[in-house]
């Protein structure tokens, strides 16, 4: 079954792929690695393992998540509500910086999670929570193919976000 696939993006722009074998992903949660691989059926997993460091060192060094998941025909509308129900409690852990749901213009069955965190061991806590697993668990009969996880190391600082309303 297709479903998971995770990039670690790193500091130096370096991937390593390895394919169809659970990978610990360094300092990348194992958590993480897991669900998906559950989500996945342990099937057809293709994973990137951060060899260096996402974050130099740093253990507080806030991180970004970029998931991209690929709606099936149809199902497009159940894969947007169950993603919008990961929003609300995801918003509320303690280490989330921002949990945005984009969804692709020009092909409604591309939808983007744009998630920023405090530190690793906060997305390690969320990769750990009861929802997200259920999602990941079930995420086989609303996704059509592999979901692309990427990991950034944030460079800039986060600024409040401004009141953009006219």
Not at 24 to 47: K, M, P, Q
Not at 113 to 130: G, Q
């Amino acid at each position: 079954m297709e479903g998971c696939r995770i990039d670690a993006c790193m500091t130096r722009h370096q991937f390593v792929r390895l394919s169809h074998v659970p990978v610990y992903l360094g300092l990348v949660a194992l958590v993480a690695f897991v669900a998906f691989v559950g989500a996945c059926g342990g099937g057809n997993t293709r994973a990137a393992s951060a060899v260096d460091s996402l974050d130099s060192g740093n253990p507080n060094t806030k991180l970004t998540l970029i998931a991209t998941l690929y709606a099936k025909p149809g199902m497009e509308g159940e894969l947007e509500k169950r993603i919008l129900a990961l929003v609300a409690p995801s918003r509320a852990e303690a280490g989330c910086i921002n949990y945005d749901l984009e969804q692709f213009d020009d092909d409604p069955k591309i939808f983007v999670l744009y998630e920023n965190w405090r530190s690793k061991a906060d997305l390690d806590a969320h990769f750990a929570t009861p929802y997200l697993k259920d999602f990941l668990a079930h995420a086989g009969e609303v996704v059509a193919k592999d979901t692309e996880i990427k990991f950034y190391t944030m460079r800039t600082h986060q600024v409040a976000p401004r009141d953009v309303s006219p």
